[in-house]
């Protein structure tokens, strides 16, 4: 196992930051990982995700969204319909290179930004969302406070998680353009649905509204004993399992390949919808 570090211009012209993690062998398939809001590439979630997969036999790309972590550009010009403009540059990256067939996982706000950025890209096989809002306009709440700041003077410093960062009225206007709930109905990709039972940050609700709004073949996966990060090792270790189980079935050998944007079911029907690993 391997590790290469890779740069591709991203959704504003900047440069963005991956770190490709490469199988011994012929990789199965390839994997992207999107990280939340204000977390990076580096969050544990996605390492542990990483080295876990690529031990599995995938190709797995993790990178750091436009203006955060070893990305260049602002955090100030972060929406996002940028993000997903970062999501699909980072997927054609690792088609480009030849790591293909493709699933999309994301954490959080990038899972939003996966959802609505699979459509775009007909050779994603399989979509996984942890902890996911079923909008992303849910994350106004982590800025209510501040929203009368931003839209006097544009741009305003807000404190998220412990930290500052600029959030600027466009990024406001940015959230209200995003029929979510329409592109999972549209998704026809597998998509495996993990959030924890107690997240704080999301509640678990938005996630039974995106396993609502999509068609089969779905499985939904309540995480117990964590939190919106997955910080338990051990429920991360579960949330390990069940990712690498739905990619065996959905991105795995024997899984059809997609075909005018409809994927194969192959497998699909196997992982029970209820479970927590």
Known sequence: MTTEKVSFPGSTGARLAGVLHL?????????LLAHCFTCSKDLHTLTRLARGLTAAGYGVMRFDFTGIGDSGGSFADKTVTRNVADVV??????????????AMVGHSLGGAATLLAARQLHTVRSVIVVGA????????????????QIRS?????????????????AFLDDLERHEQEAHVAQLRRPLLV?????DEVVPISEAEANFAAASQPKAFWPLLDTDHLVS???????????????LTGTLGQNASPAQEGAPGRSGAADLPGTADW
């Open 153 to 169: 003077t544009g741009t305003a410093e807000v404190e998220i998680g412990g930290r500052q960062f600029p959030i600027s009225a």
């Open 23 to 31: 199988p011994e062998g012929q990789p199965l398939g390839s994997v």
């Open 133 to 148: 809002p079923s909008s992303p306009a849910h994350v106004r709440g982590l800025i209510a406070g501040s929203e009368a």
């Open 89 to 102: 540059a980072a997927a054609r990256l690792l088609l480009e290179r030849g790591f293909g067939p493709c």
């Open 232 to 246: 338990s090792r051990a429920a991360a270790e579960r949330l390990l399992a069940a990712v690498t189980l739905w």
């Open 194 to 198: 993990l959030h924890a039972v107690d």
